[in-house]
């Protein structure tokens, strides 16, 4: 092969490997939260397409405050609720917005877009 054949197969392998990692690279996202001096635990939560992370580690017994920063204008991800807890934070895009959640009991608590297309989960442990 000449160098410039080489090169362009090179190119393409990397392409290829690229793509295949984009589709097998699993797409959740696990965050602990980190506790601070405003004695929550906190996370931020970016609302593209998704949450980012979708999962969401904290630990029980503390206060959890999650900012989301919506980074896109579609309807759907404009609302997020958090049924088990009986509440929802409406998302402008662009603004971050802050919601805190009171010290939770372990376990599994999912939190959603208003028609439950975007879906994400805080483990509390
Ligand atoms: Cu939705």
Do not use: W
């Not at 405050?65 to 088990?84: N, T, W």
């Not at 297309?117 to 483990?123: D, H, I, K, N, Q």
């Amino acid at each position: 092969m000449t160098p410039d054949q080489i090169l362009v197969t090179a190119a393409g392998v990397l392409a290829i490997a690229g793509i295949a990692a984009f589709f097998l690279v699993p797409r959740g996202s696990e965050t602990r939260a980190v506790a601070s001096s405003s004695g929550f635990q906190e996370a931020l939560i970016l609302v593209k397409g998704g949450y980012t992370p979708d999962r969401i580690v904290a630990e029980a017994g503390a206060p959890i405050r999650l900012s989301f920063l919506r980074a896109e204008s579609g309807a759907c991800s404009e609302r997020v609720v958090f049924p088990d807890f009986r509440t929802s934070a409406l998302l402008p895009e662009g603004e971050k917005i802050i919601l805190d959640l009171p010290a939770a009991k372990p376990g599994e608590y999912g939190f959603q877009c208003e028609m439950g297309m975007l879906r994400g989960t805080l483990v509390v442990r």
